[in-house]
């Protein structure tokens, strides 16, 4: 897994807009958020979760949202296919800004399905 994450470039999330300025600090790492996968996808296998959530809010009004949920996805996928152990029990990866507060609408979202369909 180390192998993947020190692949990452630093900077693979930063929305295109951000890149270079001071605003590309809002924005995860990609080596940090890997790793931040690894870990809630070990997590939700020891605790038998179906259904793990990612990425941070600071996301909810980028304009290349659907390329950093490809990226995202792509790092999911791979971190999964390596975890010691398997992820067995893991099913879905909810890629998503989230809501801030009940009043808030549901921003766009990107399930992963780890196993099966999306049926």
Do not use: C, W
């Amino acid at each position: 897994m180390d192998k993947i994450v020190q692949a990452l470039p630093d900077d693979a999330l930063v929305p295109a807009v951000a890149k270079g300025t001071p605003q590309a600090a809002e924005f995860a790492s990609a080596k940090f958020l890997a790793q931040s996968i690894a870990n809630k996808l070990a997590e939700a296998v020891a605790k038998k979760r179906d259904t793990v959530e990612v990425i941070g809010q600071n996301y909810r009004k980028v304009e290349d949202l659907a390329a950093i949920f490809d990226k995202t996805e792509n790092i999911v996928r791979q971190i999964a296919a390596v975890l010691l152990g398997g992820v067995k029990d893991v099913n879905r990866v909810v890629i998503s800004p989230g809501r801030v507060g009940k009043s808030d609408k549901y921003p766009p979202q990107r399930v992963v399905m780890l196993h099966g369909s999306t049926d």
